[in-house]
T-cell receptor, first 114, second 109 residues
Framework: GAVVSQHPSWVICKSGTSVKIECRSL??????MFWYRQFPKQSLMLMAT?????????EQGVEKDKFLINHASLTLSTLTVTSAHPEDSSFYIC??????????FGSGTQLSVL | GIQVEQSPPDLILQEGANSTLRCNFS?????LQWFHQNPWGQLINLFY???GTKQNGRLSATTVATERYSLLYISSSQTTDSGVYFC???????????FGGGTRVLVKP
């Protein structure tokens, strides 16, 4: 199956700093990537849809100035958590669409903000 | 938006037992996928099954699109089957994958 690489796997940062998470489709081109957030023992909630060469589409309630998404190429999307605070601590996971609507997921990033 | 409900929320099995997980959705879909999330958070694709029946080893899945539900069968469960199973759908004419609440499975030796 298709491979989606996400890194870092985990990151610890101080409050007020910014953190960048990368999501790469290794063996296919992905015109659309998605970013999800997951709190402990909860389901995945879609944060935004990332389209190559255009602005991301954010879900209701997601602050676009806090969660900056850049989809600069057909194989790379990045999520930057700006001025992180402890309440931003969560598991972030990306996915990329292959043909026929099937989605593949990265391994996720555990963010801890101190 | 589309609603996705999974049942049961929790399931404890003895190794070797069989089980059925259910996913109900509130609207027509053009994509339905089952995932297994392991303890490290990795989502593993189990099935892409917007309709019909598929089997992969001890796992099989059936989606009855007209009745808006899907079933995941686990046979002869093993401790490595433990984890959370998610059903996720894309609404017809949409492009967003919406997840159900998951079924947390614990297989005891």
């Amino acid at each position: 199956g298709a491979v989606v690489s996400q890194h870092p796997s985990w990151v610890i940062c101080k409050s007020g700093t910014s953190v960048k998470i990368e999501c790469r489709s290794l063996d296919f081109q992905a015109t659309t990537m998605f970013w999800y957030r997951q709190f402990p023992k909860q389901s995945l909630m879609l944060m935004a849809t990332s389209n190559e060469g255009s602005k991301a589409t954010y879900e209701q309630g997601v602050e676009k100035d806090k969660f900056l998404i850049n989809h600069a190429s057909l194989t790379l999307s990045t999520l930057t958590v700006t001025s992180a605070h402890p309440e931003d601590s969560s598991f972030y996971i990306c996915s990329a669409r292959q043909v026929r609507e099937k989605l593949f997921f990265g391994s996720g990033t555990q963010l801890s903000v101190l | 938006g589309i609603q996705v409900e999974q049942s049961p929320p929790d399931l404890i099995l003895q190794e070797g037992a069989n089980s059925t997980l259910r996913c109900n959705f509130s609207d027509s879909v053009n994509n339905l996928q089952w995932f297994h999330q392991n303890p490290w958070g990795q989502l593993i694709n189990l099935f892409y099954i917007p309709s019909g029946t598929k089997q992969n080893g001890r796992l099989s899945a059936t989606t009855v699109a007209t009745e808006r539900y899907s079933l995941l069968y686990i046979s002869s469960s093993q401790t490595t089957d433990s984890g959370v199973y998610f059903c996720a759908v894309v609404k017809a004419a949409g492009n967003k994958l919406t997840f159900g609440g998951g079924t947390r499975v614990l297989v005891k030796p």
